[in-house]
Structures are given as structure tokens and as C-alpha cells.
């Protein structure tokens, strides 16, 4: 006979991710070539705001052209701050109104899709996907059995021929030769 009982634990009550593809612009003039695009120290932390999940981020990004046709380089260097919100699916029976952990992970760390110039403006596409799980308490449902099962008999593999024959290997003198020989 079993019976249930309730358990209560932290699991993964809700669970997202979302694609992020967004332009940005910044100024230089004078720019021949673009050479090379890089984006780097991507940083990012995740909270709840209301029912939707938040994501403040921050990662910089590094030109690299060439100027006076094609015989200087230098690096523009910018530094490109985001916020955005998810609707995360969230189970039927979770809370969100009690304690809750926002983990964010980086399924693709941004990176630079394409670079462009034009009038002394250099633009570029960044992509990133962000995934976000909601950590809370859950109840949990067990099957408690209420029998506690028997012991098994445990038998060893020893004979009692075996037992006799180790009984009369035994030499009962031994200790004192070792004596008499020290």
C-alpha cells in the first residue's frame, strides 16, 4: 500500500530564449575601409520586473578602418548598453510572487553581422540570443511506500568443510616459536 506525499523544492519553473538582432550607428569620418569588426566583454545580469523577466547588458564593440585612402589605421571603440524584457512561459502552478532566482545564459554571444559606411557614419548589425530560466519553489508529488521491505539473508560462501579445514590449518605454537627465535 502507498500512499503520497508533498515535497517542497527549488526547480525550474519557466524557461525562454529569444533572438536579438539590432543596428547601431556611430560616427567617423574620413573612413575608407572598414577592416574588421569585434565584439567583446559582453556582460549581462537578469530580474524580474512585474510578470516579465528583465535583462540589463552591456558588451563593447571595436572597428577596426583605415583612413586617407587605405594608408592609416585606427579602432573606433564603443561601448553598447541594452535592456530587454522576455515573456517567459512560466508552469500553470508556479508563483512568481514568492522568492525566485533569474539565471540568464548566452546561447550566442553577440557578434557582428555586417559593417557599413556611408557619408562618415559607420553602421553595423549585432546578433545575440539570450536564454533565461526562472528558478522557484515547486511542490512535488512522491509515491511513499508504506511497508518497509525485508531484510535479505546474506549467506557466505563457506562451507563447513571449509571452516574445519582452515580450523586445523592453525598452528596454536606460532606466537611462542617467534619467541624463541628473537
Known amino acids: 500500500m502507498s500512499s503520497f506525499k508533498e515535497i517542497v523544492t527549488k526547480a525550474i519553473i519557466g524557461k525562454g530564449k529569444k533572438y536579438f538582432k539590432?543596428?547601431?550607428s556611430v560616427e567617423a569620418s574620413g573612413v575608407t575601409n572598414v577592416l574588421g569588426c569585434w565584439v567583446i566583454n559582453h556582460k549581462f545580469k537578469g530580474y524580474k520586473t512585474g510578470e516579465k523577466i528583465g535583462v540589463d547588458g552591456s558588451f563593447d564593440v571595436n572597428i577596426w578602418y583605415s583612413y586617407e585612402n587605405d594608408s592609416k589605421t585606427a579602432v573606433i571603440n564603443k561601448n553598447i548598453k541594452y535592456n530587454d524584457l522576455f515573456n517567459v512561459k512560466v508552469r500553470e502552478?508556479?508563483?512568481?510572487?514568492?522568492?525566485?532566482?533569474i539565471i540568464v545564459r548566452a546561447?550566442?554571444?553577440?557578434?557582428?553581422?555586417?559593417v557599413?559606411?556611408?557619408?562618415?557614419i559607420v553602421s553595423f548589425d549585432i546578433e545575440k540570443e539570450l536564454g533565461v530560466e526562472i528558478v522557484g519553489e515547486t511542490k512535488m508529488k512522491i509515491a511513499i511506500e508504506d511497508d518497509e521491505e525485508p531484510w535479505d539473508e546474506?549467506?557466505?560462501?563457506i562451507d563447513d568443510e571449509a571452516l574445519k579445514e582452515i580450523d586445523e590449518s592453525i598452528n596454536l605454537e606460532y606466537l611462542e616459536e617467534i619467541k624463541e627465535n628473537n
Open 116 to 120: 557599413k559606411v556611408n557619408n562618415g
Open 154 to 157: 546474506i549467506y557466505d560462501d
Open 93 to 101: 502552478d508556479a508563483d512568481l510572487s514568492g522568492d525566485t532566482d
Open 22 to 24: 539590432n543596428n547601431y
Open 107 to 114: 546561447l550566442k554571444q553577440p557578434s557582428c553581422l555586417g
